[in-house]
């Protein structure tokens, strides 16, 4: 784990600031920061499925990213997620936008969107993910203003991402509830109000939060509607998990959606962050990642098998979207294998 960095890049409004990005920093000095590392967890479409106990479905991951090594695929889940740098630059991307994130910015993700960490030369950084299922703060059993917690991850109507950038003033006390989130759900001595205090200080930052993005906020119907849209293309989701080098085109996909075409080309762009070609072409490369990783057939077999007839172009389309080659790629996850097994990666 590197040493946390001095605070003298982050510009603040408040000593109170400074005091919370030093608490939060110190809350993670001993705590184990893993290597990104989640490709065993992702299926052929880049669904990350982590399991969740049912009575307390919040997970916090402390992750390292580098160029060196970070999984590149991109990823979807039904989570709920917060992601916050504590090093250095990232640059985060869900569905067609880019995001630009320095240390301290806290991004609401749009987690039903493909969603990755973009590489660049000299990427370092800690990151505290924190994601949670949706149910865990309101369900159907819950009081009525408990959605209110949940509006940032559903609200963004200007269709621009939400984050906190480490210089407003919200942050020090998203800040200052982090801290004690990671302080209570980390905690060794695992007392028997664990988890009680992890939910506690969970709804403090949700809290902060909501009233942060309090501009964008909508009614309940919307916030409701927003939820059920993912629910309405899951059978379609279903059908390209189990046909990926299949030709889909916009009617069939509709007509299995059972909606009309263009009421479907308007939903599956919210719900995915992308065109269904897009998507499918995702699908397909994410597959033909994992057959690269996991079988020795050749490379002309899997472009064929994943439903790309024409092997330069999809030498093209995989190093576009993985930054190698697939020859590139498949030589990556050799050498890395040999090094797991001779211990010499960290």
């Not at 059993?141 to 609200?155: C, I, K, N, Q, V």
């Not at 109000?193 to 993005?213: D, I, N, V």
Request: net charge positive; hydrophobic share 40%.
């Amino acid at each position: 784990m590197s040493a946390p960095r001095k605070n003298h890049g982050l510009s603040t409004s408040s000593g109170q600031s400074d005091n919370a990005w030093l608490r939060l920093l110190e809350v993670c000095r001993p705590l184990r920061f893993e290597p990104h590392d989640i490709e065993a967890q992702l299926d052929t479409r880049g669904r990350y499925e982590v399991p969740l106990d049912e009575e307390f479905p919040l997970l916090i991951k402390l992750f390292r990213y580098t160029s060196r090594r970070h999984t590149r695929r991109a990823t979807w889940h039904d989570r709920l997620e917060l992601f916050l740098p504590l090093d250095g630059p990232t640059r985060f991307r869900m569905g067609e936008q880019e995001v630009e994130l320095q240390r301290g910015d806290l991004l609401v993700v749009d987690n039903l969107k493909l969603h990755h960490v973009v590489d660049f030369p000299g990427f370092d950084t800690r990151v505290i993910v924190v994601s949670f299922l949706p149910e865990f703060v309101y369900s159907l059993g819950s009081p009525t203003h408990d959605y209110a917690f949940l509006l940032p991850f559903y609200s963004k109507v200007a269709r621009r991402p939400h984050v906190v950038r480490a210089g407003e003033a919200a942050a020090a006390e998203g800040q200052g509830a982090l801290a004690r989130l990671l302080n209570c759900y980390f905690d060794s001595a695992a007392t028997p109000f664990r988890q009680a205090g992890a939910k506690a200080f969970l709804l403090e930052l949700l809290y902060h939060l909501a009233t942060h993005f309090r501009a964008s906020e909508v009614v309940k119907w919307e916030f409701m509607r927003q939820q059920e849209r993912s629910l309405r293309l899951k059978k379609l989701f279903e059908h390209i998990n189990a046909h990926t080098a299949e030709r889909l085109s916009v009617n069939a996909a509709a007509r299995i959606a059972g909606m009309s075409t263009s009421q479907f080309m308007t939903l599956f762009k919210q719900v995915a962050g992308m065109t269904l070609v897009a998507y499918l072409n995702h699908a397909r490369l994410a597959n033909a990642a994992r057959l690269l990783r996991e079988t020795t057939r050749s490379i002309a077999e899997i472009a064929s098998e994943t439903g790309f007839s024409d092997q330069s172009y999809f030498d093209k389309r995989f190093k576009r979207a993985f930054g190698r080659t697939p020859k590139e790629f498949r030589a990556g996850v050799t050498q890395l294998i040999l090094s797991k097994k001779s211990g010499g990666l960290s």
